[in-house]
């Protein structure tokens, strides 16, 4: 009875005895915990179910909380295998001196059970306390006019409690089964070994080549299609698998290539130098592809968080060109009156008339293969093989361009938003025209800048006149089986667009009765507010940034608490490298210069290949944002250098601080 009472404070001075590692355990587990429950009482306010515009932005909350339950998860049981890696001496000691394994397994339970408390309590606190101000975060970057409130959800304490405790569980059941499938004796060792070397390395080595390869292949060459989420998904994990196995087998591979090499190895610094580094590489090969994969994740977290940021209204006016847009059948009289009713609001409120566009337009859905310059019925074709084409007479595609240009009878002009055409002549539905040009620009279809952008892309085909036009639209119509090709041919559709030139948030009374006006008007069809558009595009996005903002700065803990914990792993082993090193007659300048030198290029090796996964992975990213409309690839390029730039400063300064610990460890 006396030796149960006493478990708990063994627990407790256990814990107080290696401060040194659960210290920063310990604040780890606080970010952790104050992550999730953000995440789940931002998801449980009533101001996000209530706002429309706030729907975006709470599905990306949701998807952005399972996929952080699954990060926590994982990283937690690793943080934690390394805690009982550094204690089985000290638990090999406990069995030796009598103290029965179900003893050790309940001092276990009581110190898991202390880590879970003071982590739940202090994390919830912080975010109780902190709880407000990232939810004027989360408005701010979605841009949502709403006054925040002071919110305290029960619910999400509650789901906080209960995945937690499901986590350290799973940490205890963890260390309770590396502690039980190992003798006594074996503990006292145990703490001195390092990760498990892979056997057949160069077997594990070429794998890993083959692996990386062929996910920077997936990469470099993905196209915006329907598969660029299923073939991101796969370059992640065959880089991540390539990583691994080349960190843990290739590192030691090629260590030991040069050790073959007497010209090579047998000089007094390369000889030190390269055993200590193939001693390391063996130790510690498995953290180290761990470090490379958060500062991978973290760069590309980051790169996307800003570019996206700085990009947003690229995003915002390419799918919303006009802050309204009014539709009348092709035989409405609107255009006057439109533009005396645009003066006068004008006038009224202070805003300017950057465009007011009336052009007739019919936009068709067609099919059309890669490589061929006709365009087909699209009934039957899957949906990446179908393509929007807008037909336009040239004297609307003149007034929309300010242009003057001129055509015959049999030509056209032919625009893309994705893709160039690329061909001298077009066959639509079986009418054949010259392609007389293809034009940089057309503005209410913006053209994505990227070379990837081939999924949905549309088509705009400007012809002489009302005749060709209606030749085009009869061949559609006969092409796909309508049945009634007369009556088709006049369906067209008159669009009256109107561009402020003013601050968006002073458009909303201009814009509000310039929409009374038009569905007041004659043959009016419909109406699209450009306005409300780019608002639910920012709250989506938004939900996007500050997923963003929150897995950086979790990735950067991450990374921080693995590199302590190899600086404290590294400080141990090298206590008795020292003394061995001395003996042999090493200066204690040689022997600090040596380890060094090895440490540094150890842990810099992870943000070299880093860089490496970055490179190619931002082709890929490129398509991915290409997916939200964003094609600026040169505000992506520049993104990225400046966010490794940061990384690579903040990554330094993480290795210095944590050095420090590795010297003072090394000193005594």
């Known amino acids: 009875m006396n030796k149960l009472k006493l478990l708990p404070v063994m627990a407790y001075r256990g814990v107080v005895q290696n401060k040194l590692v659960y210290r920063p355990y310990l604040m780890a587990c606080f970010f952790s915990v104050f992550s999730y429950y953000l995440f789940s009482s931002l998801l449980h306010n009533d101001l996000m179910e209530r706002l429309p515009k706030a729907a ?26 390394f805690l009982q890696k550094r204690r089985r001496r000290e638990l090999g000691l406990y069995s030796l001196l009598g103290l029965e394994r179900k003893h050790i397994g309940i001092m276990l339970f009581w110190e898991n059970m202390g880590m879970y408390l003071v982590s739940v309590s202090v994390g919830i606190i912080l975010g109780f306390v902190l709880n407000k101000l990232m939810f004027l975060l989360l408005l701010r970057v979605s841009r949502l006019d709403v006054e925040a409130a002071f919110y305290f959800s029960i619910e999400a304490v509650i789901e906080t409690l209960r995945y937690f405790a499901v986590v350290f569980l799973c940490v205890y059941i963890k260390s309770l089964w590396s502690f039980y499938r190992m003798k006594p004796t074996e503990l006292l060792d145990e ?23 062929c996910g920077y292949y997936i990469s ?48 007094p610094s390369n000889q030190v130098t390269i055993s200590g580094m193939l001693y390391r590489m063996k130790k510690n090969a498995a953290g180290l592809s761990n470090i490379c994969i958060f500062s991978t994740m973290l760069l590309i977290t980051l790169t996307c968080t800003v570019t996206l940021w700085t990009g947003m209204d690229q995003v915002d006016y390419y799918d919303y060109p006009y802050d309204m847009e009014a539709s009348y059948s092709e035989s409405s009289n609107v255009t006057e009156e439109a533009r005396e009713k645009a003066q006068a609001l004008s006038e009224k409120y202070g805003q300017g008339v950057a465009r007011l566009d009336c052009y007739n337009g019919m936009k068709l859905t067609c099919g059309r293969q890669q490589g ?31 242009q003057e240009k001129s055509l ?26 010259s392609v007389k040009e293809e034009p940089e620009r057309i503005y209410p279809f913006p053209q994505a800048k990227n070379r990837m952008f081939s999924f949905t892309a549309q088509y705009v085909i400007v012809v002489k006149d009302q005749q060709a036009f209606d030749r085009f639209v009869t061949a559609w119509a006969e092409a796909n089986g309508v049945t009634d090709p007369e009556g088709f041919l006049h369906s067209g559709v008159k669009h009256l667009c109107i561009l402020l030139d003013g601050k968006e948030s002073e458009r909303d009374a201009f814009i509000e009765e310039w929409s009374v006006w038009c569905q007041g008007q004659q043959d009016f069809l419909g109406i699209e507010n450009g306005l409300d558009g780019r608002d639910e ?9 500050f997923i963003g903002m929150v897995f950086g700065l979790l990735f950067f803990m991450c990374l921080l608490l693995i590199m302590y914990f190899k600086q404290v792993s590294e400080g141990y082993e090298d206590q008795d490298s020292f003394g061995i090193m001395r003996k042999v007659g090493m200066s204690d300048a040689e022997i600090r210069g040596t380890i060094r030198r090895q440490i540094l290029l150890v842990f810099f090796l992870p943000l070299v290949g880093a860089f490496l996964h970055t490179a190619a992975g931002l082709v890929m990213v490129n398509g991915l944002l290409a997916a939200l409309r964003f094609f600026d690839t040169g505000l992506l390029i520049r993104c990225g250098v400046a ?5 690579a400063l903040l990554y330094g300064g993480s290795y210095v601080m944590t050095a420090g610990t590795y010297y003072k460890i090394v000193r005594k």
């Open 56 to 81: 975006y932005a709470w599905l990306m909350l949701s998807l952005g909380k399972g996929l952080l339950s699954i990060i926590l998860l994982f990283f937690l049981l690793y943080a934690g295998s």
């Open 191 to 213: 703490s001195r070994k390092g990760e498990k070397e892979l056997k057949r390395t160069w077997l594990w080595t070429a794998a890993g080549v083959i692996f990386l390869v």
């Open 220 to 267: 470099v060459t993905s196209k915006l299609d329907s598969m660029i989420f299923t073939d991101f998904f796969l370059a992640v994990l065959l880089v991540v698998l390539g990583t691994y196995f080349l960190f843990t087998s290739g590192s030691v591979a090629f260590l030991r290539f040069l050790k073959k090499r007497k010209n090579i190895y047998y000089r």
């Open 372 to 402: 061929s310059n006709a365009f087909t019925a699209a009934s039957g074709l899957a949906f990446g093989d179908q393509y929007g084409v807008t037909l336009l007479t040239l004297d609307d595609y003149n007034r929309l361009e300010r």
């Open 408 to 433: 015959e009878a049999n030509e056209v002009l032919l625009y893309s938003t994705g893709l160039a055409f690329g061909f001298d002549s077009v066959n639509f539905m079986g009418v054949e025209a």
């Open 537 to 545: 595009n920012r709250s989506l996005n938004g939900g996007l940034l």
């Open 643 to 647: 966010v490794a730039a940061v990384v």
